[in-house]
């Protein structure tokens, strides 16, 4: 059963399903399904298959998301749908779709609907909303988690492969956990937030939701990279997936230092995943959790509030009973705050960073659980403001001292509530966790969302040996061209086919072989051209490199994963008068019609 964006994107590739009979699917299941909670908006069907039916016309190759379904949760601009931060008083019609929509479209993705969220994303728990409250698709009674509620829902419920939330305290991770599915909480300025309705600007992430760890890093490719229209935004590598290390070191709260408001089951469970980390491998070393638990307390105690207040003031002095009245609650306080209040925060905020920063030199990352209890939808309304802060204990400091996350299943409690586990380190080191929950998910061998489907078998990742350099070739060096030789004479070895992000121009030079000459353009304003990676020793690549002739040079090729590599570009002087081949998509295709 297609339900994994690898399974789906793999179906429609190899024609055992359309792109648009999987758009239609989801619709069905939306329907079936009944909860009209979980999606403020949809999109028309027709439309969205229409849309679907158009991706024929493109080359499946160059679409890392041929085809996808994806909910976005509505905090989050899509162009002809409505944006509502889940308040009606504040609906605009967006006119462009934010960055990180616009990248998935480009990735082939499908963007089908507006899913429900804790008001203004001010919330863990997904009851905060004039829409509605998600059910649970795993256990009804139990809340579903915020403030992306309806993100969540979706992708656990099976209506779609993948969905967008944002993550400003918590809100990527917590319904990860209490659904049953992986939560991605990107470094800060990975993804861009421009045509994001912000929570704490300065603090707020897009965040992924997905059935598999493979799945959430296929969206963060296509979505990461520095954005103009986001002056908060990152030019930092996404970094590649990898083996798992052999030597790999986890940090755990010292002995006495968590706490999980008396919930034993919980407890329990978080012993049993650092269990299966030591199986694994991994060596866990006891590090002070007492700074982040004092920088957790600044989010909501120290001046950001203000910055919550700032996006809805004029809503809150116009229109007061538009809001929701915690939401109200919470940030009517920021309007109290002084510049000597924000100061004094950062002041201490600097001093706790550089304790934290101490704690992660000697780890590759931190363990903690998502949350350290969860609550039925019935506790939560009677307790709102209480309940909704605990759950944060574990999330809250995150974005505040730059950290990347990703939130994991770990178990099924014996009263069937889920219970999960997240991977922390600094900011940069995405990929790197990526790595290791991987592998722990599969481990755990715990069926996907709520529909109780098995795990897939976790994909191959070509291995790049610590001594060896990958390049990319797109021309002549092809495997079966003309001057593959000089790559096997070398020893060099073919890692995998892979194509660049849609930044470059192919042109046909003339030389003697037919030669390829791919140069950069402006990003987005170009071709995704087909090419190979190799893999070979040092001491061959500088022999390979220093024979090169001009006008080809070697320079870095982002690929279409994010990805970059040293890889093969030419001179651009060399183009004058040479004929643009970019619309073949890559080399092969061209020779293939100059022959035929």
């Known amino acids: 059963?297609?339900?994994?964006?690898?399974?789906?994107?793999?179906?429609?590739?190899?024609?055992?399903?359309?792109?648009?009979?999987?758009?239609?699917?989801?619709?069905?299941?939306?329907?079936?399904?009944?909860?009209?909670?979980?999606?403020?908006?949809?999109?028309?069907?027709?439309?969205?298959?229409?849309?679907?039916?158009?991706?024929?016309?493109?080359?499946?190759?160059?679409?890392?998301?041929?085809?996808?379904?994806?909910?976005?949760?509505?905090?989050?601009?899509?162009?002809?749908?409505?944006?509502?931060?889940?308040?009606?008083?504040?609906?605009?019609?967006?006119?462009?779709?934010?960055?990180?929509?616009?990248?998935?479209?480009?990735?082939?993705?499908?963007?089908?609907?507006?899913?429900?969220?804790?008001?203004?994303?001010t919330g863990l728990v997904g009851v905060r909303s004039p829409y509605g409250?998600?059910?649970?698709?795993?256990?009804?009674?139990?809340?579903?988690?915020?403030?992306?509620?309806?993100?969540?829902?979706?992708?656990?419920?099976?209506?779609?492969?993948?969905?967008?939330?944002?993550?400003?305290?918590?809100?990527?991770?917590?319904?990860?956990m209490l659904n049953n599915i992986v939560g991605l909480k990107p470094s800060?300025?990975?993804i861009s937030t421009a045509g994001l309705v912000p929570a704490c600007r300065t603090l707020d992430c897009i965040s992924v939701f997905s059935l598999t760890v493979d799945d959430a890093m296929a969206a963060l490719a296509v979505m990461a990279g520095p954005d103009g229209a986001d002056p908060f935004s990152r030019n930092r590598p996404l970094g590649d997936l990898a083996a798992f290390p052999t030597q790999l070191k986890l940090g755990i709260p010292r002995n006495g230092q968590l706490i999980f408001f008396g919930d034993r089951a919980s407890e329990k469970a978080y012993g049993e995943a650092l269990k299966r980390w030591e199986a694994l491998g991994a060596t866990l070393v006891e590090f002070d959790l007492e700074p982040f638990y004092e920088t957790a307390r600044l989010l909501y105690e120290g001046p950001w509030v203000a910055e919550r207040y700032l996006v809805i003031r004029n809503l809150l002095a116009s229109s007061p009973?538009?809001?929701?009245?915690?939401?109200?609650?919470?940030?009517?306080?920021?309007?109290r705050l002084t510049a000597a209040d924000t100061f004094s925060a950062l002041y201490r905020l600097q001093a706790l960073r550089a304790s934290t920063a101490r704690a992660f030199a000697q780890l590759d990352a931190v363990v903690l659980p998502t949350a350290p209890t969860i609550y039925s939808t019935a506790q939560v309304l009677a307790n709102p403001v209480e309940l909704n802060s605990r759950l944060g204990?574990?999330?809250?400091?995150?974005?505040?001292?730059d950290l990347c996350g990703l939130a994991l299943p770990a178990a099924m409690r014996s009263d069937g509530a889920p219970f999960g586990i997240t991977l922390l380190a600094p900011a940069g080191r995405d990929a790197d966790l990526a790595s290791i929950g991987r592998a722990f998910h599969a481990d755990t061998k715990l069926p996907i969302g709520a529909k109780s489907l098995p795990q897939p078998p976790l994909a191959a990742i070509p291995v790049v040996m610590?001594?060896?350099?990958?390049?990319?070739?797109?021309?002549?060096?092809?495997?079966?061209?003309?001057?593959?030789?000089?790559?096997?004479?070398?020893?060099?070895?073919?890692l995998e086919e892979a194509v660049t992000a849609p930044d470059y121009k192919l042109y046909?030079?003339?030389?003697?072989?037919?030669?390829?000459?791919?140069?950069?353009?402006?990003?987005?304003?170009?071709?995704?051209?087909?090419?190979?990676?190799?893999?070979?020793s040092p001491a061959a690549f500088g022999t390979f490199v220093a024979a090169i002739p001009p006008p080809m040079s070697i320079g870095t090729v982002r690929l279409a994963d994010g990805r970059e590599v040293k890889g093969f570009l030419v001179e651009p002087a060399a183009i004058n008068g040479a004929k643009d081949i970019s619309a073949y998509g890559g080399w092969r295709a061209f020779m293939a019609e100059k022959a035929s």
Request: hydrophobic fraction near 45%; glycine fraction near 8%; charged fraction near 20%.
């Open 466 to 494: 610590p001594d060896e350099i990958p390049i990319a070739v797109v021309g002549a060096h092809l495997s079966g061209m003309a001057l593959n030789g000089e790559l096997t004479a070398l020893d060099a070895r073919l």
């Open 188 to 190: 800060l300025g990975l």
């Open 1 to 121: 059963m297609t339900e994994t964006v690898a399974a789906i994107s793999a179906a429609h590739r190899a024609g055992t399903m359309t792109p648009a009979q999987t758009i239609a699917r989801s619709y069905q299941r939306i329907r079936e399904h009944n909860d009209p909670a979980i999606f403020i908006s949809l999109r028309d069907e027709n439309d969205a298959i229409a849309e679907a039916e158009r991706l024929a016309t493109k080359d499946p190759a160059q679409l890392p998301l041929y085809g996808v379904p994806v909910a976005v949760k509505d905090n989050i601009d899509v162009k002809g749908l409505p944006t509502t931060a889940a308040c009606p008083a504040f609906s605009y019609l967006p006119v462009h779709d934010s960055t990180a929509v616009a990248k998935l479209r480009e990735a082939g993705a499908i963007i089908i609907g507006k899913t429900n969220l804790d008001q203004f994303a």
């Open 133 to 176: 409250i998600p059910k649970n698709p795993v256990r009804g009674d139990l809340i579903p988690g915020g403030s992306s509620s309806g993100s969540a829902v979706a992708v656990s419920a099976g209506l779609v492969p993948l969905a967008l939330g944002t993550d400003t305290a918590g809100s990527g991770r917590v319904p990860a």
């Open 393 to 401: 204990t574990y999330t809250n400091f995150v974005n505040l001292l």
């Open 508 to 536: 046909a030079l003339d030389t003697t072989p037919p030669k390829p000459g791919m140069l950069r353009v402006e990003a987005g304003q170009g071709t995704a051209i087909k090419l190979e990676l190799w893999a070979m």
């Open 321 to 335: 009973d538009a809001i929701h009245p915690v939401t109200r609650e919470i940030t009517a306080a920021g309007a």
